[in-house]
């Protein structure tokens, strides 16, 4: 396989962008991470940083599609993270999201901590999409709310999972390899983007997409008439797998 990516992350209308986003891919393998960091004083964004920057230097490129691999990538940004709390003091309550894909040839294999979203597109239509570690989430299983409900929800940002707690990053894991074929489609994001774009939306905009930038455009384009003037930073990386 080979694969066509493209990402955004818009500081929006807020003073720092706390998100942070980047890939690398070489031959039919690659590593794609989306991280929203949480802590204020400068904390937000270094563990974001600090997250993405130690996943893609900790990849290996022969490593297998299996969640331990996965869980492996996860535990290196969560220990990372935890030395810098214990180095620097204003840095102590730093705690960021993580979601990942990773693709080995035909395989896909992704994980999360947090509420940032990994959505799977076979054919322009949505197939499997990550369920948030939120308050809001832990309501839909309950039955209390639809899981459409989680983007307008009061307690929409309480996190029950994030990257430098210090009981663990705890992350969810897709139990086994996911196959991928020419076609498919990945979007990962933070709630930036998706509690102003919705999954419906993202389908009909894929379909009119030719390339990953063109359909990250027509998203921003969606959220940018809905977002008030002090709207959160939001982050997004599209992927496309292609022919080899």
């Known amino acids: 396989m080979k694969f066509e990516s493209a990402s955004i992350s818009k500081t929006g209308g807020r003073e720092e962008n706390e998100d942070c986003c980047d ?23 270094v563990a974001s940083q600090t997250a993405v920057q130690t996943m893609l230097s900790s990849w290996r490129p022969e490593a297998e599609a299996t969640p331990q691999t996965m869980i492996e990538l996860i535990n290196s940004a969560q220990v990372a993270i935890c030395k810098r709390q214990e180095t ?11 979601v990942a894909l990773h693709i080995v040839g035909d395989q896909a294999l992704w994980g999360h901590v947090g509420d940032s979203r990994l959505y799977f597109f076979r054919g322009c239509v949505l197939s499997l999409q990550t369920k948030d570690h939120s308050v809001p989430q832990a309501m839909v299983a309950a039955g209390e709310i639809t899981r459409e409900q989680i983007r307008y929800h009061e307690d929409r940002n309480r996190l029950l999972r994030a ?58 384009l969606r959220l940018m008439t809905k977002v008030k003037a002090d709207h959160d930073n939001y982050t997004a990386l599209a992927l496309f797998v292609i022919k080899a």
């Open 23 to 45: 890939s690398i891919d070489v031959g039919s393998a690659g590593l794609w991470i989306v991280a929203d960091g949480l802590g204020g004083h400068r904390g937000g964004a």
């Open 88 to 98: 620097d003091r204003q840095l102590a309550a730093m705690r960021t999201t993580v």
């Open 163 to 220: 990257v430098g707690n210090p009981e663990g990053a705890k992350p969810t894991i897709l139990e086994s390899a996911q196959p991928v074929r020419p076609g498919d489609a990945f979007l990962l994001c933070t709630d930036g983007l998706w509690e102003q774009v919705t999954e419906t939306e993202m389908a009909v905009d894929l379909v009119k997409s030719s390339t990953a930038m063109e359909w990250l455009k027509r998203m921003e």
